[in-house]
């Protein structure tokens, strides 16, 4: 149920930055990729581990760089670290102990990572003709 739940939160979130407008400036995506790297970090703190807190920051770290490569260099870095992250959360457990992560987040996060990249792969590839290029090869 987690995964239908991370699914159906990222499509909304996705449908409302389309509708919104939010999703034409270029710091979009890469805002999403922080915040979401974000919560780990959160929950080091809810479970009161300084050694998760630790790792969770480091790693978040890591996330938060590939944003502002991402940012400044090319929104395709950007696709990769949203998946990445994704599949991070579901072998998450399998790295660090964080008492604080909900049992149901690992699936809940691979779902909304997982649609939200797919979503930003798909307009990167819309705005630069990706599926014009295609369609006239054929």
């Not at 991370?6 to 990729?33: I, N, Q, S, W």
């Not at 890591?62 to 998946?83: D, E, P, Q």
Request: glycine residues 10%; proline residues 3%; hydrophobic residues 55%.
């Amino acid at each position: 149920m987690e995964y239908l739940i991370g699914v159906v939160l990222g499509a909304g979130t996705c449908v409302f930055a389309r509708l919104t407008g939010f999703d034409r400036e270029r710091v979009f995506y890469p805002m999403l990729l922080v915040f979401i790297a974000t919560y780990y970090i959160a929950f080091a703190v809810m479970g009161r581990s300084v050694q998760a807190l630790t790792t969770e920051s480091l790693v978040a770290g890591l996330f938060l760089a590939v944003a502002v490569v991402g940012f400044k260099k090319n929104l395709w870095f950007v696709v990769a670290a949203l998946a990445g992250h994704g599949v991070f959360d579901f072998f998450h457990h399998l790295f660090i102990e964080n008492p604080g992560v909900p049992v149901w987040w690992p699936g809940f996060c691979l779902g909304f990572d997982v649609l939200a990249s797919g979503v930003l792969a798909a307009l990167l590839m819309r705005r630069s003709g990706f599926a014009r290029t295609l369609t006239s090869r054929n």
